[in-house]
């Protein structure tokens, strides 16, 4: 509270309002603070992994590749498959082992959802090892 003093007498009379200029100074000088520092907590760290000395894992000999073309349409093997005969296809293709792992390719202008939406459809034919396959080097 501030007293204000009068000439009119030796009465101290109350002031009821607060001087927010300091208070307005200091919120600015915070949000600067803050607005230089934010960018600067989001910096990627970089790290300089070590090698790993772990074999890779062994490749089967005869590999099930299932492939989804630019026209979003399947293939196991080299047999085309129609979107709903996937899990038949795949069963006689991995003789009924459900523990077959799955090579999955597709072209790069094929879309995620559409992607996403064939590995829904190996997850529901109980093929749940599933490994996504590219290129060496290439961007």
């Known amino acids: ?56 894992a062994p490749k089967p000999d005869k590999p099930l590749y299932l492939t989804v073309k630019a026209d979003k349409s399947l293939a196991v093997g080299n047999d085309a498959v129609a979107s709903d005969g996937l899990a038949a296809a795949l069963d006689a293709a991995a003789k009924g082992d459900k523990e077959t792992r799955i090579f999955l390719r597709a072209d790069k202008s094929v879309d995620y959802a559409s992607l996403m939406a064939v590995m829904d459809q190996l997850r529901a034919a109980g093929y749940l090892k599933v490994a996504l396959v590219g290129l060496d080097g290439q961007k």
Do not use: C
């Open 1 to 56: 509270m501030a007293a204000r003093f009068h000439s009119d007498g030796d009465d101290l009379t109350e002031s009821h309002e607060i001087n927010v200029t300091p208070f307005i100074d200091v919120m600015l000088v915070l949000l600067i603070i803050f607005m230089v520092a934010a960018p600067l907590a989001t910096v990627d760290v970089k790290v300089d992994l070590p090698a790993s000395t772990a074999e890779p």
